[in-house]
T-cell receptor, first 111, second 110 residues
């Protein structure tokens, strides 16, 4: 969905590095989400935000932090990356309880 | 915690067949249930969303049902086509969180 843009699309980095994944949306949605997808485990929610000043932990928030800089932008940070954070990361948006719209994902590899 | 299961993990059918994908969940306090499609290297595309007060939703050849009492949802695909080949995921919303199944990988053989 081109209305939800994730950058970068691919990233390879080393253990201990700080990494930021960016998500921006042009859909005007109030809610934004960060997920990670791992083979055999499906998608798991990391953090979500219902508004600019609202941040909530998801199922697996340890080791991650987020920032909702504006309604259209939601960033995910890994303060000190570790190899088991290697995964496919997705940003999603929704308007209230309407269907979620996903970006194309960021493939992150931590060596 | 909500547990969402999808069985089978993979399914192959000849073109033109009707098929049913299954999704089961453990917590009946589900707010809504959403079905997605994921193509390789892509994000998820929303197919249908069923609110907890609804029993089913239809879009074209797709029909999704929700039975909260039995903890089940099904996605029915009529007259399958090769373009339907993808991974199909269901997600239940409990509280403010989405809980995803691991998906069913569907291959429609021409």
């Amino acid at each position: 969905d081109a209305d939800v843009t994730q950058t970068p699309r691919n990233r390879i980095t080393k253990t201990g590095k700080r990494i930021m994944l960016e998500c921006s949306q042009t859909k005007g949605h109030d809610r934004m989400y960060w997920y990670r997808q791992d083979p055999g485990l499906g998608l798991r929610l990391i953090y979500y935000s219902f508004d600019v000043k609202d941040i909530n932990k998801g199922e697996i928030s340890d080791g991650y932090s987020v920032s909702r800089q504006a309604q259209a932008k939601f960033s995910l940070s890994l303060e000190s990356a570790i190899p088991n954070q290697t995964a496919l990361y997705f940003c999603a948006t929704s308007q209230s309880n309407q269907p979620q719209h996903f970006g194309d994902g960021t493939r992150l590899s931590i060596l | 915690k909500q547990e969402v299961t999808q069985i089978p993990a993979a399914l192959s059918v000849p073109e033109g067949e009707n098929l049913v994908l299954n999704c089961s969940f453990t917590d009946s306090a589900i707010y809504n249930l959403q079905w997605f499609r994921q193509d390789p290297g892509k994000g998820l595309t929303s197919l249908l969303l069923i609110q907890s007060s609804q029993r089913e939703q239809t879009s074209g050849r797709l029909n999704a049902s929700l039975d909260k009492s039995s903890g089940r949802s099904t996605l029915y695909i009529a007259a399958s086509q090769p373009g339907d080949s993808a991974t199909y995921l269901c997600a239940g919303v409990t509280g403010n969180q989405f809980y995803f199944g691991t998906g069913t990988s569907l291959t429609v053989i021409p």
